[in-house]
């Protein structure tokens, strides 16, 4: 699976964006998929994660209850809606596919074989 993320900008804070990711590639729809982002000078952190099938997701504790993580099989997509944007969301976003079919959702980045390219994520204060 290839992934394509997009859908990043700035915006101020409190307000809202939509990543998606698009893959390529016939199995997309057995596999997890999660969103993770690195700011400068840090590492890379888990964001959210989704079920293959859509009914399992697992967030970071400090995007709970702002963000969605969602997917469409039928279309290969998996997005992250992003309300409540604070400046420490500030990062370069990427959608991952995890390394094992089926299974849960881990929240690791190793258990993420794929990455997409990243999409900037800018929240002025």
């Known amino acids: 699976v290839q992934l394509q993320a997009s859908g990043g900008g700035m915006v101020q804070t409190g307000g809202s964006l939509r990543l998606s990711c698009a893959a390529s590639?016939?199995?997309?729809?057995?596999?997890?998929m999660g969103w993770f982002r690195q700011a400068p000078g840090k590492e890379r952190e888990f964001v959210a994660a989704?079920?293959?099938?859509?009914?399992?997701?697992k967030y970071a504790d400090s995007v709970r209850d702002r963000f969605i993580i969602s997917r469409d099989n039928a279309n290969m997509k998996v997005y992250l809606q992003m309300s409540r944007l604070k400046p420490e969301d500030t990062a370069v976003y990427f959608c991952?596919?995890?390394?094992?079919?089926?299974?849960?959702?881990?929240?690791?980045?190793?258990?993420?074989?794929?990455w997409g390219q990243g999409t900037q994520v800018t929240v002025s204060s």
């Open positions: 991952a596919v995890a390394a094992e079919k089926y299974g849960p959702p881990t929240i690791a980045a190793d258990g993420y074989s794929g």
């Open positions: 989704i079920g293959w099938s859509g009914d399992r997701t």
């Open positions: 590639g016939r199995t997309f729809s057995t596999f997890n």
